[in-house]
């Protein structure tokens, strides 16, 4: 199974991909995370990048994508994956959905985590502030400066993608103010639902 979960920074996409990978036995790829290591061991991503995931701001199309061409490319990412933070823009879309095509393949689910951008950007905040009152280390991108950036980033480049999947009629949208469990319960009503009709679709086949 081939997942895409879209949301504002902070709606809990990490979450609920980590869950829908261990249930499903696939891997959670998040960009933002491969992003990160690649920063860190100062590989392909030059400093540059950096700079700009510091600043909340989107990297370029051509480094993501190709990030995650080769990612998907491995062999434990055959049987499907769950991807987290990408697509984030019409291009980086249009770029996954060639890559599939040339492959024989096809996204079974854009999943939306709905959120409201007031109640999500005072419990980000309120996250950061506890994690830094326990001493821990906080993301650089996540204080109210850069949230906003990130917030408006969602807004004009990736918020165009719900239509985009909308019109390939594999959207779906949940509820993502819901308790954590409650929102992973309808992410899988809805994943479940596609599965039965597969298994209809493949037992009518057979008949
Ligand atoms: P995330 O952990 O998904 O919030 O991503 C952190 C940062 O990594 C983002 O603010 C962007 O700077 C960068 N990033 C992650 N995924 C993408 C993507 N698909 N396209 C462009 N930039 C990305």
């Not at 998040?30 to 701001?57: F, H, N, P, W, Y």
């Not at 995650?68 to 990408?86: H, K, N, Q, T, Y």
């Not at 984030?88 to 060639?98: G, K, L, P, V």
């Not at 096809?106 to 502030?129: P, S």
């Amino acid at each position: 199974m081939r997942i895409v979960v879209l949301g504002l920074p902070g709606a809990g996409k990490g979450t609920q991909a980590s869950r829908i990978a261990e249930k499903l036995d696939i891997p959670h790829l998040s960009t933002g995370d491969m992003l990160r290591a690649a920063v860190q061991s100062r590989t392909c991503i030059d400093k540059k990048a950096k700079a700009v995931m510091e600043r909340g701001e989107l990297v370029p199309d051509q480094l993501v994508v190709a990030a995650v061409i080769e990612r998907i490319a491995r062999s434990d990412a055959r049987r499907g994956f769950v991807l987290d933070g990408f697509p984030r823009t019409i291009a980086q879309a249009e770029a996954f959905d060639d890559l599939l095509h040339t492959r024989g393949l096809e996204l079974d689910h854009a999943i939306e985590l709905q959120v409201d951008e007031q109640i999500l950007l005072t419990r980000v905040m309120a996250r950061a502030r506890e994690a830094r009152e326990r001493g821990e280390q906080v993301r650089a991108d996540d204080n109210h400066e850069t949230l906003r950036i990130r917030l408006d980033a969602y807004k004009k480049q990736t918020a165009p993608l719900i239509d985009y999947y909308r019109s390939k009629d594999i959207l779906k949208s949940i509820d993502g103010l819901q308790p954590i469990d409650t929102v992973t319960e309808n992410v899988f009503r809805v994943i479940r639902r596609t599965m039965l009709k597969g298994c209809r679709g493949d037992q009518r086949a057979h008949e």
